[in-house]
Nanobody, 125 residues
């Protein structure tokens, strides 16, 4: 049982940076895999980044590799997505997700059990 509260998102200029936060409440946050997904208008939801329970293993979609960084603070039950060098193609609604207990990462939406409400990221020009 996990509840996710997202913050961040907004309008930024291409090349700029933005940090998304996802605060979790419930049991066993430190044991769960966490992830970020996004969905643009008219497109399917796609994987962005994932991090294992300890934070020692991360994985990214090719489209964001080298620009985005996922991290977690288990003491604060919070996961972050730092987005740098933003492009117009990054414009989408971003969703935080919590999965089950896992020592590795998960890249499929079906592997996650709990979802935030989403936050809009818009990159201009």
């Amino acid at each position: 049982q996990v509840q996710l509260v997202e913050s961040g998102g907004g309008l930024v200029t291409a090349g700029g940076s933005l940090r998304l936060s996802c605060a979790a409440s419930g049991r066993a946050f430190s044991s769960r895999v966490m992830g970020w997904f996004r969905q643009a208008p008219g497109k399917e939801r796609e994987f962005v980044a994932t991090i294992n329970n300890s934070g020692g293993m991360t994985y990214y979609a090719d489209s964001v590799q080298g620009r985005f960084t996922i991290s977690r603070d288990n003491a604060k039950s919070t996961v972050y997505l730092q987005m740098n060098s933003l492009k117009s193609e990054d414009t989408a609604a971003y969703y935080c997700a919590a999965g089950g207990y896992s020592s590795t990462f998960k890249v499929r939406a079906s592997d996650y059990n709990y979802w935030g409400q989403g936050t809009q990221v818009t990159v201009s020009s």
